[in-house]
């Protein structure tokens, strides 16, 4: 089955970016999702990226897409210090039409 | 984006006793709908998957006697935890899938039985 695998931590300063990686072994993986989650709160869908894409913008977040390295990456702008959270990946497969989660990346932003 | 709601966020119960979560989408018909479990500090645990007015698949080791889900409608997936023990407690969330790619999560219900 599919396994997706992320760090567990990354630190960073206000101000800078972040890049969050993710691996995944699906290679029929159709869309790949970056979620986030604050303490206590259920996930919010940051936002994902079909896999024939390579690249996707959304204000502050660029996702990349390396599907030969099977590689994700999330990277955020100028990170704040409300950007400190859990950040998941997931892959989604038709086959077995359900997301995969990867373990979590903890980000923390520093003054 | 779109909103899922979950009722109660936070249940106390005792040992022996059943809980019953709600699952809504607010503002679009999911056709599928998820059911998670999250210990803490690690990822989500897919429990099973639900299909509008058809039984639910359970993934491997979910006992579906125990964890009784039920998705009567469009916008609505109701999850039963039977005879409740202390090794139940845990963060349940629910995700909604739409007819497009997006799959939404609500904010998680925190079951603690004591």
């Known amino acids: 089955g599919e396994d997706v695998e992320q760090s567990l931590f990354l630190s960073v300063r206000e101000g800078d970016s972040s890049v969050i990686n993710c691996t995944y072994t699906?290679?029929?993986?159709?869309?790949l999702y970056w979620y986030k989650q604050e303490p206590g709160a259920g996930l919010q869908l940051l936002t994902y990226?079909?896999?024939?894409?390579d690249m996707k913008q959304d204000q502050r977040l660029t996702v990349l897409l390396n599907k030969k390295d099977k590689h994700l990456s999330l990277r955020i702008a100028d990170t704040q210090t409300g950007d400190s959270a859990i950040y998941f990946c997931a892959a989604y497969t038709g086959t077995a039409s359900k997301l995969t989660f990867g373990t979590g990346t903890r980000l923390q932003v520093t003054l | 984006g779109a909103v899922v709601s979950q009722h109660p966020s936070r249940v106390i119960c005792k040992s022996g006793t059943s809980v019953k979560i709600e699952c809504r989408s607010l503002?679009?018909?999911?056709?599928?709908m998820f059911w998670y479990r999250q210990f803490p500090k690690k990822s989500l645990m897919l429990m099973a998957t639900?299909?509008?007015?058809?039984?639910?698949?359970?993934e491997q080791g979910v006992e579906k006697d125990k964890f009784l889900i039920n998705h009567a409608s469009l916008t609505l997936s109701t999850l039963t935890v039977t005879s409740a023990h202390p090794e139940d407690s845990s963060f349940y969330i629910c995700?909604?899938?739409?007819?497009?790619?997006?799959?939404?999560f609500g904010p998680g219900t925190r079951l603690t039985v004591t």
């Open positions: 995700s909604a899938r739409g007819p497009g790619a997006e799959q939404y």
């Open positions: 503002d679009f018909q999911a056709t599928t």
């Open positions: 990226i079909f896999s024939n894409m």
């Open positions: 699906d290679s029929s993986s159709t869309y």
């Open positions: 639900s299909n509008e007015g058809s039984k639910a698949t359970y």
